[in-house]
């Protein structure tokens, strides 16, 4: 072989071998490419896959939380009309109550508290039926009022009032009755 065959000759070889260390080199990047895009891969999906999750854990919360929230409200809306009832059936019941003769017996211990709270000297304001009850036990009368019963203490000067009317103690007392009908209808 003529030395410019050789020269050739190891070209094409430093060539060759240049040409397998790029390969492998390509290889070895391609494998590398290929172990970082699975790995990747892998954890994007890992990633998303607890993400989704969490959001469909907190979806859930939200909607159960929801739903507790609407139960609740109906729950009241109940509670609320059963009240309103049950205050209504109270009203009829103290209105029965009028026409016993206990009745007569809360008028004089109410005109009674009165004159302790207001003193001796008092006008009453009572339903019509209740005037001529109260006449005879010597009270002195104001104008009648519109109530289921009870009545209305004024001191003379008339800067003090006392209202004891049926309605106006239900109603100074309805978060006491509300709290004991609950319990009734919890228990």
């Keep these: 072989m003529t030395s410019l065959e050789t020269f050739i000759h190891e070209i094409e070889e430093r060539k060759k071998r240049k040409i397998d260390l790029l390969d492998n080199t390509l290889y070895e990047k391609k494998e590398n490419i290929?172990?970082?895009k699975g790995s990747t891969i892998k954890e994007l999906n890992e990633h998303y896959e607890n993400e989704a999750k969490a959001k469909a854990e907190r979806e859930s919360a939200r909607i159960i939380e929801s739903s507790r929230l609407d139960a609740k409200k109906i729950l009241f809306e109940a509670i609320s009309a059963n009240m309103d009832s049950t205050f209504t059936l109270i009203k009829k019941e103290l209105k029965n109550f009028t026409q016993t003769p206990q009745y007569k017996d809360v008028l004089e211990k109410m005109v009674t508290y009165?004159?302790?709270?207001l003193g001796n000297?008092?006008?009453i304001h009572c339903r019509e039926k209740d005037r001529t009850f109260l006449k005879e036990k010597k009270?002195?009368?104001g104008s009648p009022i519109n109530t289921i019963g009870g009545l209305i203490a004024e001191d003379k000067k008339g800067t003090l009032e006392l209202d004891l009317t049926f309605e106006e103690l239900l109603r100074t007392n309805e978060d006491k009755v509300k709290s004991f009908l609950l319990e009734k209808a919890t228990a």
Excluded at 114 to 117: C, F, G, H
């Design 121 to 123: 000297d008092i006008t």
């Design 114 to 117: 009165a004159k302790e709270k």
């Design 139 to 141: 009270i002195t009368l």
């Design 34 to 36: 290929e172990r970082t």
